[in-house]
């Protein structure tokens, strides 16, 4: 089934993307410097991941538990 059908796997690629997105803005911050267009989308995902930084982790953790668990 497609992540796109399942709400938990959409969750899972969601959160996987904005922490992916937030972790390499921190290490080559030229790569997502454009804020428009295609590119846009990832800038504005590692900005999410910069400004909700608890609330990311907090459901990336959720995330994993449930994974491992159910």
Known sequence: ??????????????????CTCTY????FPAILEQRTGFRGFFWKAARIGERLS????????TMGVSIIFF
Not at 24 to 27: D, I, P, R, S, W
Not at 54 to 61: H, L, M, T
């Open 1 to 18: 089934m497609s992540a796109l059908f399942n709400f938990h796997s959409f969750l899972t690629v969601v959160l996987l993307g904005i």
């Open 24 to 27: 390499l803005k921190m290490q």
């Open 54 to 61: 608890p609330w990311v982790a907090v459901g990336c953790f």
